[in-house]
């Protein structure tokens, strides 16, 4: 049997797979995560022991850092942070750690992982990108460039990148029969992303790609900041000793209570006591229960916890009008419904800029919606039926799919490894010892 030779990776802000191919054949996606409920997907977090000084990935992070009552940083979200032009390195435990150094250990973990899987040493990788890091080019070439810095330092010798809704309209062309005019929609934790594209017969010609740095993640934040975060002190009011003025919790830190990525960050030592100022100078008892929850949340590092109830909650909305958000921990118990109703007024913006840059990847293809053929969804968040309604309403509900939540951007990642193998632009292999 032929030998893979290079790998496709969909580093995700939620979830990572990996596929390989040589110039023949693709692999279906590896099974790398024997932990999981799909054994194929491996959430994208991060945990840094303070006892060990010692990395885990995956499930095994998620099971450690409970087994080790949390004395260590849980990391999530860290493909957020790649066009982030203030976020250079953290501290974890004794010394420094460059963005690129933490999300290489994630990619070098997937890369060992497959490599035990197919029994040989790939060193070349095609990487899923979104269309659309960031709105700012530069921010979006700094993302692209830390990317490949990660992937190097992982041990890959040979990159190359491929936009994720590329990839995903190369592995709906292979679903398609006939020629056909269409969009196809990737929803994830980080981003959303558009092809617009006519596909048939394995082929696709890609009239537009376009994308922004809205999905998932913001939808949660949106239920964190109208429905759960007035329990953990959004809404205190507090004077300072002296002061006169009564002031409200500060923006900045409610920005980052509402961000799944940032919210670890709160457990830095000048945070943290300035947290503390704000409960003692609250006015009002509720207030200073409110940020005794902030405060055990942020100490006892809970925030992973805390977005996995909220995410929890989204997905139950999906197919209910109401759903309970349940969060138990001492000294934090909470336990009250979220209205579908409430949740889609909190998400409209993030789905209005979601939309809008829809629009104009169309705009861009010079297409319009009417002459579409047929819409494909993938992405956990394109199941979100506000979502849904809104493509539906556009596009007309008979042209819309579903296809593999989490499959459908691997698939044609692995695909153009394929092709870039064949035609001897990509195959760094190594046999094993």
């Known amino acids: 049997m032929t030998a893979p030779v290079a790998y496709a990776i969909d580093f995700g802000t939620t979830n990572s797979l990996i596929a390989a191919a040589s110039a023949e054949r693709v692999w279906e996606p590896l099974a790398i995560e024997p932990e999981g409920a799909d054994p194929t997907v491996l959430r994208s977090v991060l945990f840094f022991s303070d006892d060990t000084a010692a990395f885990e990935c995956g499930a095994r992070a998620l099971r450690t850092s409970v087994e080790s009552g949390a004395r260590g940083r849980l990391m999530r979200s860290l493909k957020r942070f790649l066009p982030m032009e203030s976020f250079v390195e953290t501290r974890l435990g004794a010394r420094r750690y460059a963005l690129e150094e933490l999300i290489a250990i994630l990619l070098r973990n997937l890369r060992e992982r497959a490599n035990a899987v197919v029994g040989a040493d790939v060193q070349s990788a095609v990487l899923g990108c979104p269309a659309r890091f960031s709105d700012e080019p530069a921010a979006h070439e700094l993302a692209l460039a830390r990317l490949e810095r990660a992937a190097k330092l992982a041990g890959f010798t040979e990159i190359a990148l491929c936009e994720e809704p590329v990839a995903a309209a190369l592995d709906c062309a292979h679903q398609t029969e006939h020629r056909e005019l269409v969009v196809v929609l990737d929803l994830g934790g980080g981003t959303s992303d558009f092809t617009v594209a006519r596909l048939g017969s394995g082929q696709a010609d890609v009239l537009s790609v376009g ?170 968040t394109a199941r979100v039926p506000a979502f849904l309604r809104a493509v539906a309403t556009r596009f007309g509900p008979e042209k819309v799919r579903q296809v593999s939540t989490f499959h459908a951007v691997i698939q044609g990642l692995a695909e153009r490894a394929r092709s870039l193998v064949a035609e001897g632009k990509l195959g760094h292999f190594t046999a094993p010892n």
């Open 211 to 380: 994308g922004v740095a809205v999905a998932g993640d913001a939808l949660d934040g949106s239920m964190m900041r109208s429905s759960i975060a007035p329990q953990f002190g959004a809404n205190v009011t507090y004077r300072r000793q002296f002061g006169e003025n009564v002031l409200g919790f500060p923006r900045p830190l409610l920005e980052k209570l509402c961000s799944p990525a940032e919210l670890c960050l709160l457990d830095r030592r000048d945070t943290l006591s300035f947290l503390r100022e704000i409960r003692s100078s609250s006015l009002g008892e509720a207030d200073r229960l409110c940020m005794d929850r902030l405060l055990c949340l942020v100490e006892d590092r809970l925030g992973f916890r805390l977005f996995e109830a909220i995410d929890t909650t989204k997905r139950a909305l999906s197919d209910h009008d109401a759903a309970p958000f349940r969060f138990d921990y001492p000294s934090i118990e909470l336990a009250f419904p979220v209205e579908r109703a409430s949740f889609e007024v909190a998400i409209a913006p993030a789905l209005e800029r979601i939309l809008s840059r829809l629009d104009e990847t169309l705009a861009a293809a010079g297409v319009s919606a009417l002459e579409v053929d047929r819409v494909y969804c993938t992405g956990g």
